[in-house]
């Protein structure tokens, strides 16, 4: 779940921003309600994804993402994407595109945030094909992780993304919670998620998800101190 952001050069984020301007104007050249809902899903994880990344390989280096500012608006709510000439923000594809038309609570374990504490970034783009068994295995990573689920002295305590999206995916909280989190479970998490009743959250991790811990070189072994 790291990218090495502190080794690409200005080639390389070249490359990163031209990508994200080809995903950017796809919609004023393909019509995507013609592409499968498979398709659609796709295009916009990938997009959210490719954001992240750009945003990161230019404002780097950058250690906590929670304090992360575009001209004075948090990161994630700042009209910084361009879609067939509507502003959008990285919030607005979460919740307002992906959580409003896909009604399948795996999605949320498709987008980067950047941070740690966030769900992997798979190796490869998002196809049609391949979209919903890459979400689930996002989400067998991450349920059994303990930035997802942990044991608590009474209870489990849960990452803050499910409150996120208890609105649009967990409105009957926490059994609506509990019914997700168990199809993804493994034994340990599974008798965690058994016990107690209303879950707590855990601390959710800002730090960039790079290698050097925001450092713009790396500076071997001590550099994770």
């Known amino acids: 779940n790291r990218i090495v952001l502190h080794a690409l050069n200005d080639e390389q984020r070249d490359v990163i921003s031209a990508y994200r301007q080809e995903l950017e104007s796809l919609p004023a050249a393909v019509d995507l309600s013609r592409l499968s809902s498979n398709e659609q899903l796709a295009y916009w994880l990938n997009l959210h994804n490719l954001v992240v990344i750009d945003e990161l390989a230019r404002e780097y280096p950058i250690s906590n993402l929670n304090r992360w500012?575009?001209?004075?608006?948090?990161?994630?709510?700042?009209?910084?994407?361009?879609?067939?000439?509507?502003?959008?923000s990285l919030n607005d594809i979460r919740f307002n595109i992906v959580g409003a038309n896909w009604d399948d609570s795996r999605v949320m374990y498709g987008f980067f945030s950047g941070a740690v504490g966030g769900p992997t970034l798979q190796g490869e783009a998002f196809t049609g094909a391949r979209v919903w068994s890459e979400l689930n295995a996002n989400a067998r990573e991450f349920v059994n992780s303990l930035r997802g689920v942990e044991d608590a002295r009474f209870g489990f305590r849960i990452s803050p993304m499910f409150e996120e999206w208890r609105d649009i995916y967990f409105a009957d909280w926490p059994q609506d919670l509990r019914l997700h989190l168990?199809?993804?479970?493994?034994?340990?998490?599974?008798?965690?998620?058994?016990?107690?009743?209303?879950?707590?959250?855990?601390?959710?991790?800002?730090?960039?998800?790079?290698?050097?811990?925001?450092?713009?070189?790396?500076?071997g072994a001590g550099t994770f101190n």
């Open 69 to 88: 500012r575009i001209d004075g608006v948090p990161y994630a709510d700042a009209k910084i994407i361009n879609v067939n000439g509507q502003r959008l």
């Open 182 to 219: 168990n199809a993804f479970a493994e034994t340990q998490a599974g008798q965690t998620i058994g016990a107690g009743s209303e879950p707590n959250f855990l601390r959710y991790d800002w730090s960039v998800a790079d290698l050097t811990n925001g450092v713009g070189q790396c500076g």
